[in-house]
């Protein structure tokens, strides 16, 4: 699988607080301006399976693919014929909590597309922690570009 970003962001709040807004899925949109809906039909563990809108008609299916309670989970998103992979990782530190978010590719199209989304993630992927880190502090989000 090739990685095509990689993006930590320290959030001032304790790992608790930062696992329990990554998980409620129902608040994703308000900080992920990349997605316009998300849709699981309970809490997020493994194997959930959820639907997901990304606009202009981009829309299929996320998968819970690992979940370690408090820690990490990975979730993935089949694409024209390809496997996009979400690794969200914690760490505490003290009263922060080091978030980590890793997004990956692989398939026979991948490559097609991997330098294109390598710079949209690369340059997008700040933005959106930096939005989960203001709504985890209770600043305001940036409005997508």
């Not at 301006?33 to 809108?53: E, T, V």
């Not at 690369?122 to 570009?145: A, S």
């Amino acid at each position: 699988m090739k990685k095509l970003a990689v993006h930590k962001v320290l959030i001032n709040a304790p790992v608790e607080v930062v696992w329990a807004k990554l998980v409620d899925w129902q608040h994703w949109t308000e900080w992920d301006k990349a997605m316009q809906s998300i849709r699981f039909k309970g809490p997020l563990a493994l194997d959930s399976k959820g639907k997901i809108g990304l606009g202009k008609g981009v829309s299929g299916t996320l998968v819970v693919t690992e979940f370690i309670e408090g820690v990490s989970y990975k979730s993935e998103f089949k694409l024209f014929g390809s496997r996009y992979e979400f690794d969200h990782h914690l760490e505490s530190a003290a009263q922060f909590t080091l978030v980590t978010f890793r997004i990956s590719a692989e398939g026979y199209l991948s490559d097609v597309f991997n330098l294109a989304l390598m710079a949209t993630f690369g340059e997008k992927l700040p933005q959106w922690m930096n939005n989960f880190k203001q709504f985890i502090e209770q600043k305001k989000v940036d409005t997508p570009t």
